[in-house]
């Protein structure tokens, strides 16, 4: 069991919709007193504070915006990390933790070590596996990550009380901790989360090339719409997490168009008994990994 977690100013950096939802669920949990925003989007910063997301606002951080932080959540394009360590180095004080939750985990690392050396240890990187194709304040929402798994990558010079503290925050809003190796998680992550948009991408992008584009889309009904939710995600949030992991995610791709290439001899070749096999195998690794989501979130209270 790990210690519960209170802080008086937290500073999220990235005011969206994973910042603004763990706010959201740290202040209704009292885990926080004051939760200090800083975003580049004036508009959303507004609307963060309409919604109580925040408590107060600032376009740039400086000594006002960092004054008395606890901890310093970084919760932006995973791009934009090495910057924003930089900016941040002069108004840490010693006991400040920085954490963030971006999808790709050995960027995040790097950032740490390269632009935040004298604060490595208190800088702990973590990834909710939560989270939605919407973004900005104005998606922020209660319950986000409640029996959702949160991957931490500790390093090997971690403070032990830091890490502690964030472990205890995922706690406080119901996350379920997990700990992986950061390459080890980048290459998983690529499989089942980058690899999936991409391909919900590439297919939308297929059907708009097609001569009769919006009568296809005119009759698109459920099936398109559970493939393709996702190349409804924020684009600038996934240039930044493909490019950070373009190297497995290139090998997956390629492994793709064996699958495909694959499917397309069985269609040429009328074969269906391949055919029925391959989907069979498919439905029934699909069926175990629903059942297993229902057993993990049964007993999370309706709403969340
Ligand atoms: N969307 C998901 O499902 C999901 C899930 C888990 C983790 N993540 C990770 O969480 C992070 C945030 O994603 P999100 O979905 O909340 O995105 P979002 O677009 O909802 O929020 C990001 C916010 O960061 C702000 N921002 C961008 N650059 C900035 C900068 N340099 N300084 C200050 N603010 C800046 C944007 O204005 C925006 O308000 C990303 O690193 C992403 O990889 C996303
Ligand atoms: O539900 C979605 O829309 C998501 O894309 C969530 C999702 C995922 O791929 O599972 C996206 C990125 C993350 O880093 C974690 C979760």
């Known amino acids: 069991m790990i210690a519960e977690i209170s802080m008086h100013r937290l500073v999220l950096i990235g005011v969206g919709l994973i910042g603004g939802s763990l706010a959201l669920d740290l202040k209704r949990a009292a885990r926080v007193e004051e939760v200090v925003g800083i975003d580049i989007d004036a508009d959303n910063l507004t609307r963060a504070l309409e919604r109580r997301v925040i408590d107060c606002a600032y376009e740039c951080i400086n000594a006002e915006s960092m004054a008395d932080a606890d901890m310093v959540l970084i919760a932006t394009p995973v ?8 900016q941040l180095a002069p108004f840490l004080t010693d006991r400040c933790i920085v954490t963030d939750v971006g999808s790709t985990k050995q960027l995040a690392l790097q950032a740490f070590a390269a632009e935040l050396p004298q604060h490595y240890e208190r800088c702990v990187a973590a990834h909710p596996i939560a989270g ?7 998606a922020a929402q209660f319950g986000l990550f409640a029996a959702k798994k949160c991957i931490i990558c500790a390093h090997e010079q971690q403070d032990k009380t830091a890490l502690q503290a964030v472990e205890a925050m995922w706690q406080a809003v119901q996350a379920q901790i997990y700990h992986l190796d950061a390459a080890r998680h980048d290459a998983i992550f690529a499989a089942v ?94 069926e175990s990994w629903q059942n297993e989501q229902i057993q993990a979130t049964a007993g999370v209270p309706a709403g969340r």
């Open 193 to 286: 989360s980058h690899l999936p948009h991409m391909l919900a991408y590439a297919y939308v992008h297929q059907l708009a090339e097609a001569a009769n584009a919006d009568e296809l889309l005119q009759f698109a009904g459920s099936g398109f719409r559970d493939f393709t939710r996702i190349a409804a995600s924020h684009p600038q949030i996934w240039t930044d997490i493909c490019l950070a992991n373009r190297q497995v995610l290139a090998g997956l791709l390629e492994k793709q168009q064996q699958e495909l290439a694959y499917l397309k001899q069985c269609l040429q070749d009328g074969d269906a008994q391949k055919l029925t096999a391959f989907f069979a195998k498919a439905q029934k690794i699909r």
């Open 132 to 138: 939605s194709d919407r973004h900005g304040a104005l």
């Open 79 to 86: 791009n934009t990390l090495p910057i924003i360590c930089r």
